[in-house]
């Protein structure tokens, strides 16, 4: 499905201070973006998640998508966020990392989501990565030589 006319939308849905820390990396390495949502969850005892999540969706017109990111996959955030999900416009990405929302964020829009998403997420897999065990195993290798 082509996204001609629509609008890919951003949510990022944490528990706690994750999303505004998320997005402030985001403005450093991406420049500031309009189209990104930002839930806090449980950091306001007087806002609740269903509403701030409905006010987001709500924003979401029907040739608009809405890729999600939320924190913890079974979390609270992520379950009150599926009640959308089956929307053919709404996509939701639990677990994510900085590098695997970079690249959803840049793609193009004229991609599909869920190629978007398939491959992002492929590529995030590699980022994530113990990098004592890769140095051990380079100067291993240099000793080696």
Do not use: C, W
Not at 6 to 19: C, P, V
Not at 81 to 103: D, R, W
Not at 106 to 129: C, G, R, S, W, Y
């Amino acid at each position: 499905m082509e996204n001609t006319g629509s609008t890919r939308k951003f949510l990022i849905a944490t528990h706690g201070k994750l999303a505004g820390g998320i997005k402030s990396s985001l403005d450093i390495i991406t420049g500031t973006a309009d189209s990104i949502f930002l839930i806090e969850a449980y950091v306001d005892e007087n806002r609740s998640l269903e509403d701030d999540i409905k006010a987001v969706v709500d924003q979401i017109g029907d040739n608009d998508e809405l890729i999600v990111f939320s924190d913890i996959m079974g979390g609270s955030v992520t379950n009150q966020i599926l009640q959308y999900a089956l929307q053919p416009n709404v996509h939701v990405v639990s677990g994510f990392n900085l590098p695997l929302v970079i690249e959803i964020i840049l793609a193009d829009a004229n991609t599909p989501a869920e190629k978007v998403i398939a491959e992002a997420i492929e590529n995030a897999k590699q980022q994530m990565v113990y990098v004592n065990k890769l140095l051990t195993a380079q100067n291993q290798e240099e000793e080696n030589d």
